[in-house]
């Protein structure tokens, strides 16, 4: 005996016959009926669902439109097969579209990207409250064993739900609009160290360009198409350019790698290392 269906607006509650038919028809059919159906008869628990992040911080219509979307995703993948109601599947993806909504809505700097962090930024308060109506003071530790989740995870996220995000383009204050930016510590070099290395740089490329100029021209195109080249050439194809076997190719590599570093004074520059760097390629490139 067929079912007929209602797309309605109603938040009547479906019978178990009455949901799986309709969940089989959009599973089999597509039926865009039956689907709107399952939708609408479930609307009411979105807005209860809604209810529990009231004081979250975005607005009960945010919320109900993203736990709409989660129920309308609930709705396409449910499997009328499996021994549960539409209600218990969608409850999971109602409730993990608004504590989206929620993370994303908190600040631009995204929080809350682990387990950890978001049983802290739902459950923080609550436990704070908990430990004060028993008259105990929420200390990290207390808070942390209550949330069961560590000590530092607690300390780091208590720090950024108490502050505000700023941005770094925005003026430090009404009479000073340099950005906050500008303040801010560099972790890199400074100038100093800066041209201090430039000049470490260009000490080491007239070292190693002197250096190359004591190999023979068969010694200087084995290292560059060794050590320089972005397909290093193997032994054997060295060998064959050159009408020479492999271990005679890897022999004058070793000899041209030995008189580099003779010539550096055994250690000014690690030649075998300083092929592979930009300086020592220069380098090499200039004498080749």
């Not at 009926?33 to 669902?49: N, R």
């Not at 919320?63 to 499996?82: M, N």
């Not at 502050?163 to 950005?179: T, W």
């Not at 906050?180 to 490329?205: C, H, I, V, Y």
Request: net charge positive.
């Amino acid at each position: 005996m067929s079912m007929t269906l209602k797309t309605t607006t109603s938040n009547a509650v479906l019978t178990l016959e009455h949901e799986q038919e309709l969940s089989r028809r959009w599973m089999k059919q597509e039926d865009k009926a039956a689907l709107a159906t399952l939708i609408h008869a479930h609307l009411g628990l979105v807005i209860k669902i809604a209810t529990e992040f009231r004081n979250s911080g975005p607005a009960m219509e945010d919320l109900i439109q993203e736990g709409h979307v989660g129920l309308t995703i609930a709705a396409r993948r449910f499997d009328p097969s499996k021994a549960t109601r539409l209600a218990t599947y969608a409850t999971y993806w109602i409730r993990a579209c608004m504590m989206e909504y929620v993370v994303r809505s908190h600040g631009p700097v995204r929080i809350g990207t682990t387990r950890s962090q978001r049983k802290i930024f739902f459950g923080l308060g609550r436990a704070r409250r908990r430990l004060e109506r028993e008259g105990q003071t929420p200390s990290s530790d207390l808070l942390a064993n209550l949330l069961g989740v560590p000590t530092a995870d607690v300390e780091h996220m208590s720090t950024r739900l108490s502050g505000h995000d700023v941005s770094l383009d925005a003026p430090r204050s009404q009479d000073d609009e340099r950005k906050s930016s500008n303040t801010l510590a560099s972790d890199g070099p400074s100038q100093e160290d800066m041209f201090a290395d430039g000049q470490e740089d260009d000490s080491r490329k007239t070292l190693l360009n002197e250096a190359l100029k004591q190999l023979d021209p068969r010694e200087r195109a084995i290292l560059k198409a060794r050590h320089m080249s972005a397909r290093p050439m193997t032994l054997g194809a060295l060998g064959k350019r050159f009408g020479i076997s492999r271990e005679r190719v890897r022999q004058l590599e070793l000899r041209a790698v030995a008189k580099l570093r003779t010539y550096c004074n055994g250690g000014v520059i690690d030649a075998r290392r300083a092929f592979r760097t930009p300086v020592a390629q220069d380098g090499l490139r200039a004498a080749a």
